[in-house]
């Protein structure tokens, strides 16, 4: 178990709290129908201050709800926690159409009965997973309100036509909402009471170094360097709305360094995974224009990677 707490030793969390999370780890067993759930995450969280409040909210049974802009690392956050506190994780996508049947469950037909087809939110309860609302602000506020009771105090969940269950003592969630998007609205007051919110602050240079350092031991730091450039480029240009953030995609940038690892050059790399985010054709002009003030077009992937193929 050190080496799942070792990079939050690393960073300065609390000995205390990481003590609390091992017991909370002992305490709660995972049950064998859902361990396939409890997944080691592709990317590691780096933010001490921002792991500790969470951390510690979730400890005191609270539900949190993480804010900010995209790229903010609130997804990676998210499976990061559930990974660290050894629960299985339950994703559930929201989206305008997402109804109390897509997280609770709805009537099926099998063997010449009617029963249950359990959601997410249902097997959440059950299994003590942590439930991961993401773009919780796109769905309609009525087909969120069914969460009320699973949220507060009661930890219940009422199912129409079925009996309410108790959710298991070890079951979170957390959701997260990105600011700006298309379809996305306000959440209503009885909604945010039932979380703790966490803001989460923009990407740092170090930060996004670390993160790509961290899946990509074996790349040159110079490279590495300009790639986290051209990427924080785009983010200060994003912040003073000169662009959208669209291509603001940290799993765009991942990928595309995949691709140069795999010999391809890092400007077609980068025009897949980063520039081609953009339809528009004046803003992908800007961020063409962008990545040339980082990256020569003449590089290839041995720039990156010394054993590139």
Known sequence: MSDIFDLYREQGVSEGL?????AFRERYAVDASATDRVMRPEIRFYGKEIFEMAATALLQGENILLSGTKATGKNVLAENLAWVFG???YNISFNINTDSTTLIGTDTFRNNEVC????PVYDCAVYGGFGIFDEINMAKNDAV????????YRRMIDVPGYEKIGLHDAARFIGTMNYGYAGTKELNEAL?????VIDMPPVTEETLLDILTDIFPDAK???LLQLGGFFMDLQLKASHNEISTKPLDLRGLIGAIRTIRAGLSPMAALRMGIVNKSFDVFER???????ETRIPEGWDSSEIFENAR
């Open 285 to 291: 002009e800007m961020i063409e224009d962008i990545l």
């Open 192 to 196: 945010v009471s039932r979380f703790m």
């Open 221 to 223: 730091k110079e490279g």
């Open 145 to 152: 309100s069914v969460l009320h009771a699973a949220l507060d």
């Open 116 to 119: 249950l087809r359990r959601g």
């Open 87 to 89: 629960r299985p994780a």
């Open 18 to 22: 990481l003590k609390d999370i091992a």
